[in-house]
């Protein structure tokens, strides 16, 4: 990384295609890249959690972020990856239509996205080489939030 780069807080970012559209998230929590036929799977599939698996020892949950963000049922083809995520609190597995490549983007470059004030784990959309992407702080997308005192789901 180049003294300029470092100054303006450019880090290197993953980037995965989910519905179309291109994501980043920090590269630094990145564990391992998998193709989905190649993990060992284990347990049932879920809607959004499909299962368990195993990589290297580690047993972890596998989150199908298309099901997650998208109205249209998976469909796996041999350019379906797994990202594994080595986050603060565990090892988890994240189903994508696929990954593209790594970039490297500077604070300058992650602009707010309009509309989505209220949405944490969103920091922005950034553009490298006239492609968009939207960035995500992937710590906050994957935790596990209580809902406040006083909030119930409808039964």
Partial sequence: MHTQDAAAGAGQYL????GGLDYALDFAK???LRPLQALE???AEGEIVAGVAVSHGVIMPIVDMRVAFGPRP???DPRTDVIILQLADAVV?????GITDVVTLSLAQVQPIAGAAGVDYLLGRGEVDGRRLIVVDIEKLMSVRKAPVGVRQAA
């Fill in 15 to 18: 980037v995965f295609r989910l």
């Fill in 30 to 32: 990145v564990r391992e």
């Fill in 41 to 43: 799977r284990f347990a």
């Fill in 74 to 76: 998976p469909q796996h």
């Fill in 93 to 97: 597995g994240i189903v994508v239509d």
